[in-house]
């Protein structure tokens, strides 16, 4: 199989504040990583490519000052929403990409940021 | 520029009926086309893609270029088919290529 993990679940934090989630692949290696914002009955948009060993490439609208993305290690991406405020709250879920054929994307189970 | 475009935000059947949920595309090039479905209180998981030319869990879909479709078929819908169905697209290029997601088709099928 091919799992992928994120840390923490849910998180609510104060507005001003930042926040950090995790985005694992726990039984393969992932050069590349995808993190996507949902907001509610909505679907999914790509916020931004993570690569690891390298910056990751934004889409057109993200702001990458305010989501920094680190992937420092073929089994680990992280995304930091830096100075949080409540209109940032939304479900982040990020995917891995297996290097198989064919090649798929393994999506985490997300994350839920509440920012009052 | 790519976009996904599923019609339908709700689909509501009842079991045993047919089900067809509809995707179209835009998309210069030559795409590849996914389904991915989400059940309730789960991760989003691959259904099928047109490649593969597989039937998964009795569903199908077949990619039509002429119409830009790649609607998702099921001759006898089951109550565990119930679920959120999102189509998807990828222009291809290799292990960094990205997907572009439609809004979704929350389906219901009714005992």
């Known amino acids: 199989g091919a799992v992928v993990s994120q840390h923490p679940s849910w998180v609510i934090c104060k507005s001003g504040t930042s926040v950090k989630i995790e985005c694992r692949s726990l039984?393969?290696?992932?050069?590349?990583m995808f993190w996507y914002r949902q907001f509610p009955k909505q679907s999914l948009m790509l916020m931004a490519t993570s690569n690891e060993g390298s910056k990751a490439t934004y889409e057109q609208g993200v702001e990458k000052d305010k989501f920094l993305i680190n992937h420092a290690s073929l089994t680990l991406s992280t995304l930091t929403v830096t100075s949080a405020h409540p209109e940032d709250s939304s479900f982040y879920i990020c995917?891995?990409?297996?290097?198989?054929?064919?090649?798929?994307?393994?999506f985490g189970p997300g994350t839920r940021l509440t920012v009052t | 520029a790519q976009r996904v475009t599923q019609p339908e935000k709700l689909l509501s059947v009842f079991k045993g009926a047919p089900v067809e949920l509809k995707c179209n595309y835009s998309?210069?090039?030559?795409?590849?086309l996914f389904w991915y479905v989400q059940y309730s209180r789960q991760r989003l998981q691959l259904l099928l893609r047109?490649?593969s030319r597989e039937s998964i869990k009795g569903f199908t879909a077949d990619l039509n270029k002429g119409e830009t479709s790649f609607h998702l078929k099921k001759p006898f819908a089951q109550e565990e088919d119930s679920a959120m169905y999102y189509c998807a697209l990828s222009g291809g290029g290799g292990s960094n290529y990205k997907l572009t997601f439609g809004k979704g088709t929350l389906l219901t099928v009714n005992p």
């Open positions: 998309y210069s090039g030559s795409p590849e």
């Open positions: 047109h490649i």
């Open positions: 039984d393969f290696q992932a050069t590349t």
């Open positions: 995917s891995a990409a297996k290097p198989s054929i064919p090649y798929e994307q393994y």
